[in-house]
């Protein structure tokens, strides 16, 4: 599978998603969104708009427990997957900015490393020799994230409802389309048609680095995804050039919009920040990585 395949698969599955919350809307079929969704009495909420709810409440309900603890075990299985292969927002963003994900650097897949991958990476080896020691850059990530989660919930029980319910970009897109759809099938014309879409455009234009280090539902989808064990990319030093013929490489490095370095563990992402998307693997030249089952 290469690279324009994959991004093509993966807007596929995120649009498919996103087509599935908007016919459920205009077939009345009672589906919900991403916030909340699910098929009859079948049904499964944001854990982060749980613990949001649970918190503003100071109350748990039973069947949000258990869709809580049902999406964390499967984070805990599959890894962060939603962020890679669902969630709309790297949809929206391939809309405003012609880019999937966020802040990857462009590597040519050729046999030889580029020399902005050169330059970038030997910039970055000079930088670090001023600061903290390796590993350092992924904590201070994973901790900026668990700062933000902490506000949301934080606020949420300071004034009582879900705080951060009002700005998610996840919500917010779907509201939009919700809103597009009133206005087509019932002429309700509503100001969520200007003022979510501006919302949504500031948090991805102004805070580019919305998914890795600020948007608290990643951050909450890191913590389940500590435990995930299946579907961790692997590199076959065998095949991996820097290894086998000595050149510097990091093109898997470059390609992951988390800075996830799978091979040394220097970057600033930490692996359990990886979304499956396949970006690393797709980006070595060598075909050195995989995404094995176990």
């Known amino acids: 599978m290469n690279k324009n395949k994959t991004r093509t698969l993966r807007m596929a599955t995120m649009a498919t998603a996103t087509g599935l919350v908007v016919v459920g809307a205009i077939r009345n079929a009672g589906t919900g ?166 919302v949504v455009v500031a948090e991805l234009m102004l805070m580019k680095k919305w998914c890795s280090k600020w948007c608290p539902a990643g951050a909450l989808l890191s913590i389940f995804s500590k435990f995930n064990r299946s579907l961790v990319p692997v590199v076959d030093r065998s095949l991996c050039r820097e290894e086998s013929s000595d050149i510097h490489c990091q093109r898997c490095r470059s390609a992951c919009s988390f800075d996830v370095d799978i091979k040394n563990g220097s970057g600033a992402g930490d692996i359990s920040d990886c979304t499956k998307c396949r970006e690393c693997a797709e980006a070595c030249p060598a075909q050195a990585i995989r995404f094995p089952w176990r």
């Open 33 to 198: 969104s991403f916030s909340a969704f699910g098929i009859e009495n079948v049904a499964a909420i944001c854990p982060l708009g749980t613990l949001e709810t649970a918190v503003a409440s100071r109350d748990i309900m039973p069947t949000m427990l258990i869709s809580f603890l049902v999406i964390a075990a499967l984070t805990a299985l599959l890894g962060r997957v939603f962020c890679g292969w669902i969630c709309p927002v790297p949809l929206v963003r391939k809309i405003l900015t012609n880019e999937i994900d966020e802040g990857q650097r462009a590597v040519e897949n050729s046999a030889a490393p580029s020399a902005a991958a050169i330059t970038i990476l030997e910039n970055e080896e000079k930088t670090k020799s001023f600061r903290a020691p390796a590993g350092s850059d992924a904590a201070r990530n994973y901790q900026s994230g668990l700062v933000v989660l902490g506000i949301t919930i934080g606020s949420s029980a300071i004034c009582g409802f879900p705080v951060f319910c009002l700005i998610c970009p996840i919500g917010l897109i779907v509201a939009t389309l919700l809103a597009l759809i009133r206005l087509i099938h019932f002429n309700e014309p509503t100001f969520d048609l200007v003022i979510f879409p501006l």
